[in-house]
């Protein structure tokens, strides 16, 4: 099914659709600020699992988790620095995903995590519509590994055909850049993947961190 989200009763219906399918351990294309996401119920491993299958991905792979407000962190992640607090606090909504110790209660499995989450909050008032509904959801990038990510809801569609339930039609992302992914699990945090927020803007809530391996900036 897809729901083009510029039409009021549409977008009414695609997001009770999505829900309901990710209740079902169903996948769902959703849009983002930064591209368009593959979703998953994060509680459900068979859920997760075909998300994974569905990109063509390995466990080693795991998803982020994307969040509906900054306070559900903290149900997610422990030994939160100070510093990434304020980052947090500055940064969400936005193009930040933060790595952290995983809350040790957390009853999922998102694949090989090493006991350790990524979280975002996505600025994007549709995404955060469907996260309000269903809470913390695993997303990926809305593409088979190897392909670029998908922009629009056609070249999702193109990727992933039938393996999605709900195709949620946001339009043209007005971004394309990933989001920066920082680590905050070791002692030195640094950069896995330089994205939409630069280095210097980290530098500004903590000048140790450390650029990604390649160098960018």
Not at 130 to 136: A, F, I, N, R, Y
Request: charged content about 20%; aromatic content about 4%.
């Amino acid at each position: 099914m897809r729901f083009d989200c510029s039409v009021d009763e549409e977008y009414d219906r695609g997001l009770l659709a999505a829900q309901a399918a990710l209740e079902e351990g169903k996948l769902v294309v959703l849009p983002t600020d930064t591209v368009y996401g593959l979703a998953a119920d994060a509680f459900s491993p068979r859920a997760v699992q075909n998300l994974l299958d569905a990109k063509g991905r390995g466990r080693d792979m795991p998803p982020p988790v994307l969040v509906g407000s900054p306070t559900t962190l903290d149900a997610l992640a422990v030994d939160i620095p100070t510093w990434l607090r304020s980052m947090v606090e500055a940064l969400w909504p936005g193009p930040l995903t933060v790595v952290c110790r995983q809350q040790a209660s957390l009853t999922w499995d998102l694949g090989e995590t090493h006991n350790t989450v990524a979280v975002r909050m996505p600025d994007d008032k549709r995404a955060l519509a469907l996260l309000k509904q269903t809470g913390p959801l695993a997303v990926s990038s809305a593409n088979t590994t190897g392909s670029p990510a998908a922009q629009n809801v056609d070249d999702a569609e193109e990727m992933l055909g039938p393996r999605v339930a709900v195709y949620l039609d946001g339009g043209p992302t007005t971004s394309g850049t990933p989001s920066t992914i920082l680590d905050a699990t070791g002692a030195t945090p640094r950069v896995l993947r330089q994205g939409a927020v630069p280095l210097e803007v980290l530098h500004q809530f903590n000048n140790t961190i450390e650029p990604a391996d390649d160098g960018s900036v």
